[in-house]
């Protein structure tokens, strides 16, 4: 049974190149893919910011891409610095989490095969990734009635 409150999150899928991003709905049901923007380090994390407040995000969860054995890849200490960054420009006491990512961006590559995409929908790849990424963590959120400020998060 779901015994903690249901917050409005964005999902981040953080990459050199582009940010997938995925909004659920304030009682944490459906994760749906956003947007996807170019990397554009600060000039990206002020217009994160910005959409954060303009769709009463409460908390952020932020993609970490690890190894399949666990370990952290050599990209994640680019997603953790990315992710510092966001905290500062977010109203004091936003949560901003970390979630393993393995293997979103391939599962979103299969879900859009399955659908016939062509080229051009590919383009919605990383944020159908950030909410894949953002099901997950919601789902484990409710299996295990885990509250926002738990270090399980």
């Keep these: 049974m779901w015994h903690s409150s249901p917050v409005r999150w ?31 380090k600060e000039r990206t994390v002020r217009r994160l910011a910005e959409l954060a407040r303009e769709e009463s995000v409460e908390a952020i969860v932020v993609g970490l891409p690890k190894h399949k054995d666990g370990r952290e890849s050599a990209t994640a200490p680019s997603a953790r610095r990315f992710a510092a960054a966001l905290r500062e420009l977010l109203p004091a006491g936003t949560p901003v989490h970390f979630w393993g990512e393995e293997l979103t961006s ?6 859009l095969a399955e659908r016939g995409a062509r080229a051009a929908p590919r383009r919605h790849l990383d944020a159908i990734a950030a909410a894949l990424l953002l099901e997950d963590l919601l789902s484990h959120r409710r299996l295990k009635n885990i509250p926002l400020d738990s270090p399980e998060i």
């Design 10 to 40: 964005m999902a981040i899928d953080h990459g050199t190149k582009r940010i997938g991003i995925a909004l659920c709905d304030p009682e944490e049901k459906l994760a749906t893919p956003r947007t996807v923007w170019p990397n554009e």
């Design 106 to 111: 391939v599962e979103a590559g299969r879900i």
